[in-house]
């Protein structure tokens, strides 16, 4: 069975870093993309930032400049650094793991921006 094992969220100040990992265990091949989405309060989940197998990786506007994701193959894990966060950046992270016919989400990982 697989699960994804996210850590690193938290209260942060504004201007703040914090660096999410999440780390897929269990019998998992063939995956294509690993990455993140955020939900906020009374918004709809939303994509962050993903890295295909290649290495080549795509953020969202509000991502880019900011957030850096990375992932090291060889531990099924990926990351998020996330620099001069704002309060609007408070949300529930989620990492997503894309397989040949299924996706594997994580169970969310808090972060919270506020002075």
């Known amino acids: 069975q697989v699960q994804l094992v996210e850590s690193g969220g938290g209260l942060v100040q504004p201007g703040g870093s914090l660096r999410l990992s999440c780390a897929a265990s269990?019998?998992?091949?063939?995956?294509?993309?690993m990455g993140w989405h955020r939900q906020a309060p009374g918004k709809q989940r939303e994509l962050v930032a993903a890295?295909?197998?290649?290495?080549?990786?795509n953020y969202a506007a509000f991502a880019k400049g900011r957030f850096t994701i990375s992932r090291d193959n060889a531990k099924n894990t990926v990351y998020l650094q996330m620099n001069s966060l704002t309060p609007e950046d408070t949300a529930v992270y989620y990492c997503?793991?894309?397989?040949?016919?299924?996706?594997?989400w994580g169970q969310g990982t808090q972060v919270t921006v506020s002075s």
């Open positions: 997503k793991v894309a397989t040949i016919g299924f996706n594997y």
């Open positions: 269990g019998t998992i091949s063939g995956i294509s993309l």
């Open positions: 890295m295909v197998s290649s290495g080549s990786s």
